[in-house]
């Protein structure tokens, strides 16, 4: 199965912009990165997903490096709010979420 | 309402019984998916089916079983519940995007424990 690698845990300053980074060395060409986060036990909310270029809506940004093998999510103002666990998905469907990253944002 | 919905939100049963978790989706959307969620971990992937008459198996689905009774409805059963079965159960629903993306949206949960 595709596997994904994130660092277990990040903090972030309040205000500040959160860089949450993914290593996604086995996907293929056709497959998108998809970003989700779950707050607390509730169900996982999509944040956002690409491709090939970079990304942006209204929640983040993401950044995907030209050999594709590594992605970054931007929260680019983070609140107390965003505190959660970041899950980077490489393809989808048949995907199991790994750890992810848990985002402790700060006063 | 919600869009993907999940019954029964909480369920506290024993060894040895018959359990059923029910997802129904308001989305129309043509992929669902059963996931499991031990404490501190992330979500692992039970069944997934693409349509009604598609159903396979996910990377933990021993010990589980799933029915697809519509569009809208995907169950998960347990035959025989043991305790490390215990665990938050979600469902998911998805639709092939154009451009070929694929975004998963998830119901709120079962919480499961077998005694």
């Known amino acids: 199965d595709a596997k994904t690698t994130q660092p277990p845990s990040m903090d972030c300053a309040e205000g500040r912009a959160a860089n949450l980074p993914c290593n996604h060395s086995?996907?293929?060409?056709?497959?998108?990165v998809y970003w989700y986060r779950q707050i607390h036990s509730q169900g996982p909310q999509y944040i956002i997903h690409?491709?090939?270029n970079n990304e942006t809506n209204e929640m983040a940004s993401l950044i995907i490096t030209e050999d594709r093998k590594s992605s970054t999510l931007i929260l680019p103002h983070a609140t107390l709010r965003d505190t959660a666990v970041y899950y980077c998905?490489?393809?989808?469907?048949?995907?199991?979420f790994g750890d992810g990253t848990t985002l402790t944002v700060k006063p | 309402d919600a869009d993907v919905t999940q019954t029964p939100r909480n369920r506290i049963t024993k060894t040895g019984k018959r359990i059923m978790l029910e997802c129904s989706q308001t989305?129309?959307?043509?992929?669902m998916y059963w996931y499991r969620q031990d404490p501190g971990l992330g979500l692992r992937l039970i069944y997934y089916?693409?349509?009604?008459?598609?159903?396979n198996k996910g990377e933990i689905s021993d010990g589980y079983s799933v029915s697809r009774q519509a569009q809208a409805k995907f169950s998960l059963s347990l035959e025989s519940a043991i305790p490390n079965q215990t665990a938050l159960y979600f469902c998911?629903?998805?639709?092939?995007?154009?451009?070929?993306?694929?975004?998963?949206?998830f119901g709120p949960g079962t919480r499961l424990t077998v005694l």
């Open positions: 998911a629903t998805s639709d092939l995007e154009f451009g070929g993306s694929d975004t998963q949206y």
């Open positions: 086995t996907i293929s060409g056709n497959e998108y």
């Open positions: 690409g491709l090939k």
């Open positions: 998905i490489e393809g989808a469907g048949k995907s199991t």
């Open positions: 989305k129309g959307h043509d992929r």
């Open positions: 089916s693409f349509d009604v008459k598609d159903i």
